[in-house]
């Protein structure tokens, strides 16, 4: 009896270790190239001296979208928010993820139903639209084919649903919409920035020294409230240490 409980806590934790070993190091990620895929935030040299990296703004996103001799896509991801379905006949609350039109483009998604995000529908004048992810297609829409344009009720507003993406990708997240910031926030980085994460993708051959400092020498000085400007760069960090 000792021996068989010794082999079974042996295989046990044998089992267990290998588990963890094979989904983080053995099993490849599932998007090519993940040594492409980097975290981009500001880092501004102030007037004391003092560098600082900050929560990147909606505007400095747009600014890096703009070196494509360096990035291949420029995306954000926001924090995944919750919001009440209360259309149907089983009320939900469920959550809703933020992201921008290069996001699964950056990781060679593609819906397998309708469509991908625009730049357009980033806009807080368009119309507002959904993805659904695959999990939650299936057991709220039954798997349903002609779910696009189908319409998801929030507590305070409505989305047209235009897609569905595949299984494994954002499987936890029910519903996915497009990052949006008001004017007034756009170009706010720090404490109250809507913006959330901004990865990108580099362009094969570009190392991660060559894109910050490519990137850093085009970014603009920033005027303080006092007057005072200070110096931006770029701080870039590989994605290979986390899953995105």
């Known amino acids: 009896m000792v021996a068989v409980v010794t082999l079974a806590l042996g295989i046990g934790v044998s089992t267990a270790i290998f588990s963890v070993i094979d989904a983080t190091m053995l099993r490849p990620l599932p998007y090519s190239d993940p040594e492409q895929l980097v975290e981009l935030t ?134 996915s919409v497009p990052s949006r910031v008001p004017p007034d926030m756009y170009s706010r980085r720090g404490t109250g920035s809507l913006t959330g994460t901004v990865y990108a993708r580099l362009r094969p051959g570009i190392t991660i020294e060559q894109a910050r400092e490519r990137v850093s020498a085009r970014m603009e000085r920033r005027t303080l409230p006092d007057g005072k400007q200070t110096t931006s760069a770029v701080a870039i960090r590989s994605q290979l240490d986390g899953a995105l």
Do not use: C
Request: no cysteine.
């Open 42 to 175: 500001p880092a501004e040299t102030m007037p004391d001296g003092r560098v600082i990296s900050i929560t990147p703004a909606m505007e400095d996103m747009r600014h890096w979208q703009k070196s494509n001799d360096v990035f291949a896509q420029v995306a954000t991801l926001g924090a995944i928010s919750r919001g009440r379905i209360i259309e149907g006949a089983e009320p939900e609350r469920i959550q809703v993820s933020h992201f921008t039109e290069d996001y699964l483009p950056m990781h060679g998604i593609t819906p397998i139903i309708g469509r991908n995000f625009s730049r357009e529908d980033t806009d807080l004048g368009s119309p507002l639209v959904a993805l659904l992810g695959y999990g939650y297609w299936q057991s709220r829409y039954a798997g349903r084919e002609n779910v696009v344009g189908d319409t998801v009720r929030f507590d305070t507003e409505s989305a047209t649903i235009i897609g569905v993406l595949p299984p494994g990708f954002s499987a936890n997240t029910p519903v």
